[in-house]
């Protein structure tokens, strides 16, 4: 187990250095020039070469690029070109905020998701699992724009029970975190959960009508207990390995999500420093979620051995 | 499938043009909200955290690089300035003590301050704190306010309440110029402490002063106790939070989660007017939009003019005849639900250095295919018109597409990224772009960067000299005749080159909460919070 950790944690850097390349090179492959953005309404040509020298613009694409990597591994990852302040400490804001929503937006799809995955599963052909399976139809269908506009305007605007948007820290007002990130988390997690709810369901059908599960039947046990112990357990194979895929979809999820209930997140992070060329920003944001799915890919790897022992991580077998 | 919507909204397109056409007048919002706010003098109770939605997130703020005009109205909170402007937009003194004396052929500004200020930090602004300011204004390499200082050479302390300022040529606009950004004077020991980081921590003299900045996400102002005015203040705090999408504004506004939202979209206006529990202000009009033609922009705004071989660079009658195929009334009702000014000067309505005589040239489609005709040149004739992709812009731009056909133009719109259309435009890789400006209070900052020779946002790439000529002479004189008169001829021979076709004037729309008074709103669009709060 240790060698395949230690493995993997050395492809894990590799990937993130390919990474940094990839992301150095694409960024500066966008069309506009972050120096023209900021010269703003005064682009005269020396405003233009200020600025560029003030970011290393003009140097060679190679020396920028070592730079970048130089102060990376000091852990500086530079100034924000929008505001100066530093990327590191936007990230530091921005991180918890968004992997909070991706907590709730997850609890919320699993709660749902895995209940009505089973329940349609357990009960087939049958009334409750056309329901289910029609939710998870709209759930795919409907965008989250459309879904969080609609949510505001009824719980809202119409029904005054929740925020509009905003966010509060959770250190700051518990409370008032939980009551404004409510609307964010179920319409992020309503897509998240049709998907799982079909997994669920096509997951729980073939266990039920495994060989382990006749014998638990005909062993007299109830029927909420062949379901919810030996099958969905069983199940959750399945359920945790398309977690961890989804985790992409959470996040391009997260950047609507925050910008419809104005959330400082990662996400709408992404979409500003993008609109606005900005490069330090960019740069972070995209390594730090190439990390984030190589960390969450890992977790689930070693998920997959605590919750059905017959796997066998190819690296255990030879540590 | 993308092909398909476009059919469809195009064939609705001449539904609502006729719609619109025999409709004949102005909405009844839009009669509603015609003009200026008016100033809501209800008494306002000490106290209160007033939540602002802005529409974009202000740039690094520092009055020397900022170039946002969300970051203009967050300075207007906590940065005044030497000059500001009055509901009229006429200038009238802010930190400086009266307007500038003119001396040696008007090439020396004396300006006296006001006594007895502080910045927001508790040190004293003074004749050596806007020296120190200007200087960095002038000097500092990414400085954006040197262009607009560009005539002053040097400025001199004559005692702790005035300054000098020697400028290399009478220079008109120097007050307006010192109305905005450039006439923000920065505390020297902020400057000493941060330095290029000035923007993280700005400090200025103002009713509220800087407390914090969640990157992309809020501005947090607090009631200054050093302000010379501080009893008119009656908030205590002022968060301004950005909200980019416009119907989330206009929905934070609704639920009360905010109590003031700027640049409503004017397809919520009806909507929101409706709303007791809400006043829109309606402000603006000082800015511009327009569809800007390559006339010979052929490697970017830095370089010299060129050849560009498209129909409309190659043909001014196609130019004139694509001018007078647009309707802008028409395009106001359609697009605007006619809340905004249709226009064909890049001055805004009201302004004194417009002919009152002028008007702007109808619709004339039979004068238009005259000139199709004249020119020869094969119909359809085809036209890129790049824009941002944005929902309003592509439907004006479909507008745009519907009425230029019928004179023999097939248009075909290209929407794309803010940024890279911008790009387009300066690298002159464009036939027709739709781009605006933000407008400015003197006609300088409007005409001179835009349409002369070597202007950084002269996208046309016009080099006329009678546009040149007339726009240098104007900035040399103070007198508003003699500049009312060069400007009129400077835009009658914009309207001959037909380098920018200008459509209209934007209006801004700002809601508030019913409960909330004391805003002054104007034509600059800027809303201004320090007698603002909550209705006793």
């Not at chain 2, 064939?11 to 809501?40: M, R, W």
């Not at chain 2, 202000?58 to 906590?78: G, H, Q, Y």
């Not at chain 2, 309505?349 to 039979?366: F, M, Q, W």
């Amino acid at each position: 187990m240790g060698w395949y950790l230690l493995r993997r944690l050395g492809a894990a850097v590799i990937v993130v250095l390919i990474a940094s390349v990839v992301v150095f090179l694409g960024v500066r492959a966008l069309p506009g020039d972050p120096a023209v953005v900021l010269a703003g309404e005064n682009p005269t040509p020396q405003v233009i070469a200020s600025i560029r020298e003030q970011y290393g613009l003009d140097k060679p694409l190679p020396v920028q690029y070592f730079d970048y990597l130089k102060h990376l591994v000091t852990g500086d990852l530079g100034q924000s070109t929008q505001d100066k302040l530093p990327v590191s400490q936007i990230l530091a804001n921005r991180i918890p905020v968004t992997l909070e929503l991706a907590v709730l937006a997850m609890l919320v799809a699993i709660v749902v998701g895995v209940l009505f995955g089973t329940i349609a599963a357990a009960r087939r052909g049958k009334f409750s699992d056309y329901t289910a399976t029609g939710f998870g139809l709209l759930g795919l269908s409907v965008p989250h724009f459309w879904l969080g506009l609609l949510a505001i305007l009824l719980f809202a605007v119409k029904l005054r029970w929740l925020p509009a948007s905003g966010y509060v820290p959770f250190s700051e007002n518990p409370a008032q975190n939980l009551e404004r990130m409510i609307l964010p988390a179920v319409v992020l997690g309503t897509g998240f959960a049709a998907v799982l709810m079909r997994q669920t369901r096509s997951a729980m059908l073939g266990a039920l009508s495994a060989d382990y599960v006749r014998t638990a039947r005909s062993k007299g046990l109830s029927g909420p207990r062949v379901v919810g112990v030996h099958a969905l357990r069983n199940s959750l194979t399945t359920v945790v390995t398309v977690l961890g895929l989804q985790l992409g979809g959470l996040i391009s999820g997260a950047v609507v999500t925050e910008q419809i209930f104005v959330i400082p997140g990662f996400g709408k992070l992404t979409v500003d420093a993008v609109l606005t060329r900005n490069y330090p920003v960019i740069e972070a944001v995209v390594l730090v979620t190439v990390v984030g799915y190589i960390v969450v890919n890992l977790l689930v790897d070693v998920a997959y051995a605590a919750l059905n022992p017959r796997i066998r991580l190819a690296g255990a077998t030879n540590g | 499938m993308r092909t398909r919507r476009l059919m469809a909204a195009l064939a609705v397109v001449p539904l609502l043009l006729t719609a619109a056409a025999c409709s004949g007048t102005e909405t009844s919002v839009g009669k509603q909200l015609t003009g200026t706010a008016p100033f809501d003098a209800r008494p306002v109770r000490d106290g209160g955290t007033l939540t602002v939605a802005l529409s974009q997130d202000p740039d690094a703020l520092d009055p020397t690089t900022a170039n946002t005009f969300v970051a203009r109205e967050v300075f207007a909170s906590m940065c005044e300035k030497l000059y500001d402007v009055d509901e009229n937009l006429k200038i009238v003194p802010q930190l400086a003590a009266a307007l500038p004396k003119l001396s040696d052929h008007d090439r020396t500004a004396t300006i006296a301050l006001r006594q007895g200020l502080k910045f927001n930090d508790g040190t004293t602004m003074d004749a050596q704190a806007v020296r120190t300011t200007l200087m960095r204004d002038l000097t500092l390499p990414t400085s954006s306010r040197k262009s607009e200082l560009g005539a002053v050479t040097s400025v001199e302390v004559v005692d702790d309440h005035t300054v000098r300022l020697h400028l290399s040529r009478p220079f008109a606009p120097l007050a307006a110029q010192l109305a905005d950004r450039a006439g923000m004077i920065m505390s020297p020991a902020a400057l000493r402490k941060y330095g290029k980081n000035f923007g993280a921590h700005p400090q200025c003299v103002g009713p509220f002063s800087f407390v914090s900045r969640t990157s992309g996400s809020q501005i947090v102002l607090k009631k200054s106790p050093y302000y010379y005015d501080k009893a008119k203040v009656k908030l205590d705090e002022l968060v301004y939070k950005i909200v980019t999408d416009a119907n989330v504004r206009s929905a934070n506004l609704q639920s009360g989660d905010i109590q003031v939202a700027e640049r409503l979209a004017t397809s919520d206006v009806g909507t929101l007017s409706a709303d007791k529990s809400l006043k829109i202000l309606p402000g603006g009009g000082i800015s511009y939009q327009g569809i800007t033609i390559n006339t010979s922009n052929v490697h970017g705004t830095d370089k010299k003019p060129g050849t560009v071989h498209t129909p409309l660079a190659q043909h001014p009658e196609l130019r004139e005849a694509f001018a007078l195929s647009l309707d802008r009334d028409v395009i106001n009702r359609v697009v605007f639900n006619g809340l905004y000014d249709p226009d064909c000067s890049p001055l805004p309505k009201g302004s004194p250095y417009r002919d009152p005589k002028a008007t702007c040239p109808k619709r004339d489609l039979a004068k238009a295919r005259q000139l199709v005709e004249r020119s020869g040149v094969k119909t359809p004739i085809p036209v890129t018109l790049s824009l941002t992709a944005d929902p309003v812009s592509e439907r004006l731009g479909q507008v745009i597409q519907a009425m230029a056909k019928e004179a023999g133009f097939a248009v075909k719109v290209v929407p794309g990224e803010f940024v890279t259309t911008l790009n387009q435009a300066r690298e002159g890789k464009f036939d027709t772009i739709q781009v605006g400006w933000s407008g400015r209070v003197d006609p300088d900052g409007d005409i001179n960067d835009l349409a002369t020779s070597g202007g950084s946002n002269n996208y046309s790439g016009m080099h006329d000299p009678v546009i040149d000529n007339g726009v240098h002479a104007a900035a040399a004189t103070t007198d508003i005749a003699q500049r009312r008169a060069l400007y009129s001829k400077v835009i009658a021979r914009e309207h001959e080159l037909n380098g920018i076709i200008y459509l209209y004037h934007e209006r801004y729309f700002l809601g508030t909460a019913a409960n909330v008074a004391g805003i002054r709103y104007y034509s600059d669009g800027i809303p201004r919070f320090e007698t603002a709060g909550f209705a006793k």
